[in-house]
């Protein structure tokens, strides 16, 4: 049973920081990516950033400069740092993992991310 636990969600005021972590169990190897996407309010769930296992990221041109995804291999997590926060970032982050031959989607529960103006 594959699981994917997230933390570090919360309220911040403009302009903060947070940092977003998502642990995946139930895998042993076979990540192929992970990354993050998230969904506002009346809006649909977009990519924020990926990473694969070989390092190699995407980012949303929104977040670019901004958002840093970073993966531990040997414990199945990643993180997003999220600087310089804005307004319009405030969404459900996702966590999303691709796994095996077959590129198996698994998602995370979704954490809040809310920044104030």
């Known amino acids: 049973q594959v699981q994917l636990v997230e933390s570090g969600g919360g309220l911040v005021q403009a302009g903060g920081s947070l940092r977003l972590s998502c642990a995946a169990s139930?895998?042993?190897?076979?990540?192929?990516?992970m990354g993050w996407y998230r969904q506002a309010p009346g809006k649909e769930r977009e990519l924020v950033a990926v990473?694969?296992?070989?390092?190699?990221?995407n980012y949303a041109d929104s977040v670019k400069g901004r958002f840093t995804i970073s993966r531990d291999n040997a414990k199945n997590t990643v993180f997003l740092q999220m600087n310089r926060l804005k307004p319009e970032d405030t969404a459900v982050y996702y966590c999303?993992?691709?796994?095996?031959?077959?590129?198996?989607?698994?998602w995370g529960q979704g954490t809040q991310v809310t920044v104030s103006s």
């Open positions: 139930g895998i042993t190897r076979g990540i192929n990516r």
């Open positions: 999303n993992v691709l796994h095996g031959p077959y590129l198996t989607n698994y």
């Open positions: 990473i694969t296992d070989g390092g190699i990221t």
